[in-house]
């Protein structure tokens, strides 16, 4: 069977789950396998026994395994590859994983975003994945002059074993794009989207932003992100962000700033109105646009996240990184408004500058509860959060809004 016939009843197999360019990256992969030990070059044609190896390697492998696939699907000769058909090949990963997901219906519940060309943040997750790979003595792979570098085996093997989002995308690749009968659980890869308002909802983070920031979370609370604040939803109110976040478990916390730039923060613990740091180290802060990256913590400090409001002493905001008017990301009270300072780099999370300038403007922002969310809205003994947390209350008859959640309480006995 020569090539072109072998490619058609692949492609055919396939449909349209996957891009053209991720069919020919596994067609040659197969191709090049020797499960026999003595073939001279690739094959003309795809065999079963070819097939049944590469699926077990890119599926089953070990790192040694699933690296030499990759290098398979990158050239079809043998020997080092540049770094340049690397970072192709990482974005070609991405893009299929988008591609597949989407062709699949298994966004759970994201949207997205339509427009020509590329997916958007392709390329910024495709670069964050690339910027793993690391040079033989250790050095990372920064600059343009370093494309041209080779990239042998142990440099490949030695990524995927770091990056472990390559393994996993390759995965959900032959998964979704065959539609093998094995079992994938993709609950902690793309974690289901709740929004409890009726309308549609498109939030500021796309599908691979989500499954990048997800990565990073504590395991147990990938499975779902539910909705807390938006100010698409609930308007530009620091008062709205304070009924709506404290006391609902682990949140992630983003916005989007008026140069195009996206970033925000993991809380770990629930939020609270006090005039004291909270939180521990398993927060963290992150950028999505223009670079993808998560900024761990230093052990510098404990000042984590913080959330304040009504003190005349003390700045009054939601704040996580750094320290008193000089934080890693601030939102100021003064809703719209905030800054993130890193000369150089931030204390807590030895994170830069996240937001374009560093005292920022914004009009979008969202939390989302991650994990199983703590339900206090209404409660069983009939409180409403406005009896939790009384700084809500105020917070609410300041900014003119009214006790509207009076209405919903149970009736009491007393």
Sequence with gaps: MGNSKSRSRQNSHIGEALPPEMVTRLYNGMR?????GKAKG????VSQEQ???SMSHLLKGNSEEKSLMILNMISVTEGPVKAREVQKFTEDLVGSVVHVLNHRQELRGWTQKKGSGPPPRVQELAAQLFSEMKLADGKKLLGPQLLDCDCDQAMIEDWVFRAHLVATFLSVVIHRGFLLRLSLNLTTLVPECQVDQEQEFESVLDVLSVIFVNSHLPREQQHRWHLL???????HSFAQLCWRI????????????????????????SWEIKPQFQGDDKCFLFSISPNMAVHTC?????????????????PNGLGMGGQHNYFGLWIDVDFGKGHSKAKPTCTTYNSPQLSAKE?????????WAVGDTSELNLTN??????????????????????????????PSDN
């Design 51 to 53: 097939f049944t190896v």
């Design 359 to 367: 005292d920022f403007q914004f009009e979008k922002m969202e939390v």
């Design 246 to 269: 404290p006391h609902r478990g682990p949140c992630v916390a983003l916005l989007e700033d008026h140069d195009g730039y996206v970033f925000g923060g993991f809380a770990s613990c």
């Design 381 to 410: 003994s009939g409180k409403s959060i406005l009896d939790v947390d009384p700084e809500a209350q105020i917070l609410l008859e300041v900014s003119g809004r009214g006790l509207h959640s009076q209405g919903l309480r149970e």
């Design 229 to 235: 604040f938006s100010t698409e939803l609930h308007g």
């Design 32 to 36: 090049n396998v020797d499960p026999a």
């Design 42 to 45: 690739p094959s003309e044609s």
């Design 298 to 314: 230093t052990g510098y400090n404990n000042h984590y996240m913080y959330l304040n409001h009504g003190q005349q002493t003390i």
